[in-house]
C-alpha cells in the first residue's frame, strides 16, 4: 500500500470523523430506556451461550476425549467461565475498549479510523488497515454463524419436550431465521422495543433456574470465582484442558458485539445493562448447572453433561422455557446483524466498500440503520449454514474461531 493511498485512508478517516457524529442522539434518550434498549439487541447473542457452552467444555473434540465430570473439572470450568467473562468482558470491552469510539461508533472499523487520524508514522497504516478489514470480514462470519447457531441450539430444546420434534429442528430454525431477517427493515430502535422486555423475563429466568439448583450446593459460588481452580484444571488435564478452553470462549461470545453495537445504544447504557443484570444472570445460570451435576451421581451426571441447560428446568414449565430460549436466540441474532449494519456503513464511509443503499430508521439516533442489501445476504448464507451443519455442535468449532479472531485483532489495534 503506498503512501498516498495512506493519506487517502487517513483523510477518509479524518471526513468521517468530522461529518458523522453518530451516536449524538444517545443523549435524548434516558439511560433506562437505552438499557432496556440494549438488553433487547446488544446482550442476546452472549445471553444465549448458557444453552450450549457448559455442555461443549465436557464435550469430545476432533478425537481428544472430553475430560470428566467430576468435582475438580466442574469447578476448574466454572472458574474459567467467570474470569473469561470478567476479563475479556467487564475489563476489556465495558471498561476499555469501549472508551475508543470514532464519534459514538464502535467496531474495529472505528478503532482503524481513530488510528488513521491520530497515527503519525504512516509506514504502519497499510498493516492497521489490512487487520481492519480482516477484522470486519470475522465479524461479517460471526454475523452468519451466530443466528445459525444460536437458533439450532434453542430448537434443539424442543427433542426433550417430543422425540417427534427431532425431525423438525433444521426446518423449524429456517422458518425461524428467515421471520427474523424480514423484520429488520423495521429499525433497531422498534425491534429493541419489542424484544427488550422478552430478554429482561429470559435473563430473570435464567437467574431463577440457577438459583433453585445452587440452593443446593451454594459452596460452588466461592469455587468459581476463586481462580486456582481455573488454574489447577490445566494442572490436572495439560492438553485436555486446552481444548476445553476453546469452548469455553463460547461463554463470551457476543462481547465483539458489545463494542460494534456501540453506535446503536451508546457505551453507558450497555455498561450498565451488563454489570447491573446481564452478568449476575449468566454466572448464576453457568453456577446452577454446575451445581446440578455435581448434585447427581457419576452415571447421572454424564446424562446431565449432554445437555445439562435443557435438563435443569423442571418438568413442569419446560415448554414455556424452552420457547422462551427460542425468543432469545432468535433475538442473539439481532445484536451481530446490527452489527454488521453498523460496521458496513463505516466501511462505505471510509472507502472500503463501494456506496450501497442506507436507510435511517431513527430521527433520533444517527447509529440505527438499515441496509437492504447486508440484510438478505447474510439471511442467504445464515439458511445455508442450518442446512449444511445440521447441529449447534457442529457449528461451535467455526464460531470459537470467528469470534476469538476477531478479539485478537481489536485488541492490536487498541494497543496501536
Keep these: 500500500m ?21 451516536g449524538q442522539g444517545h443523549a435524548q434518550g434516558g439511560l433506562a430506556k437505552l438499557a432496556l434498549g440494549a438488553i433487547g439487541v446488544v446482550f442476546g447473542d452472549i445471553g444465549t451461550s448458557p444453552l450450549y457452552a457448559f455442555r461443549e467444555t465436557f464435550a469430545s473434540h476432533h478425537g481428544v476425549p472430553g475430560i ?77 454463524i451466530t443466528p445459525a447457531m444460536s437458533v439450532l441450539s434453542a430448537t434443539e430444546g424442543l427433542q426433550y419436550v417430543n422425540p417427534g420434534f427431532e425431525a423438525w429442528i433444521v426446518p423449524i430454525a429456517v422458518a425461524i431465521l428467515f421471520g427474523l431477517f424480514a423484520i429488520q427493515s423495521r429499525g433497531t430502535e422498534r425491534v429493541g422495543k419489542l424484544f427488550g422486555p422478552i430478554m ?80 449476575p444472570a449468566l454466572m448464576l445460570n453457568y453456577m446452577g448447572q454446575g451445581a446440578m451435576v455435581l448434585s447427581q451421581t457419576p452415571e447421572q451426571a454424564a446424562l446431565l453433561i449432554k445437555d445439562p441447560f435443557f435438563l435443569m428446568i423442571p418438568d413442569v414449565v419446560r415448554l414455556p422455557v424452552i420457547f422462551l430460549a427460542l425468543l432469545a436466540t432468535i433475538i442473539a441474532s439481532q445484536a451481530v446483524i446490527s452489527g454488521a449494519f453498523s460496521l458496513t456503513q463505516q466501511a462505505v464511509q471510509l472507502g472500503f466498500m463501494p456506496r450501497m443503499q442506507i436507510k435511517h430508521t431513527s430521527a433520533s439516533a444517527a447509529g440505527q440503520i438499515y441496509i437492504p442489501v447486508i440484510n438478505w445476504g447474510l439471511m442467504i448464507a445464515v439458511i445455508f449454514l442450518v442446512l449444511f451443519f445440521r447441529s ?3 457449528l461451535a468449532a467455526a464460531y470459537g474461531i470467528a469470534v476469538t479472531g476477531a478479539m485478537f485483532i481489536d485488541t492490536i489495534l487498541l494497543a496501536a
Excluded at 481462580?227 to 490445566?234: G, R, T, V, W, Y
Design 200 to 279: 429482561l423475563t429470559y435473563f430473570a429466568t435464567l437467574a431463577t433456574l440457577g438459583v433453585m439448583h445452587l440452593s443446593k450446593m451454594p459452596g460452588i459460588v466461592l469455587e468459581t470465582i476463586n481462580p486456582l481452580n481455573a488454574i489447577n484444571f490445566f494442572v490436572t488435564d495439560g492438553f485436555r484442558a486446552f481444548v476445553a478452553m476453546g469452548s469455553v470462549v463460547l461463554a463470551v461470545t457476543g462481547a465483539e458485539a458489545l463494542y460494534a453495537d456501540m453506535g446503536h445504544f451508546g457505551r453507558k447504557p450497555i455498561g450498565v445493562s451488563w454489570m447491573v443484570f446481564v452478568l
Design 392 to 394: 449447534s455442535s457442529n
Design 68 to 144: 470428566q465430570v467430576d468435582p475438580v473439572h466442574i469447578h476448574g470450568v466454572l472458574s474459567l467461565v467467570f474470569w473469561s467473562m470478567m476479563i475479556v468482558v467487564t475489563f476489556k470491552y465495558v471498561l476499555t475498549i469501549m472508551k475508543a469510539d470514532n464519534k459514538g461508533e464502535g467496531g474495529s472499523l472505528a478503532l482503524l479510523a481513530l488510528i488513521n487520524r491520530k497515527s503519525e508514522n504512516r509506514k504502519w497504516t497499510g498493516p492497521f488497515v489490512l487487520l481492519g478489514v480482516f477484522a470486519t470480514a470475522l465479524f461479517y462470519g460471526d454475523s452468519m
Design 2 to 22: 503506498t503512501n498516498s493511498s495512506n493519506a487517502d485512508s487517513g483523510a477518509a478517516a479524518a471526513q468521517f470523523a468530522h461529518e458523522h457524529g453518530h
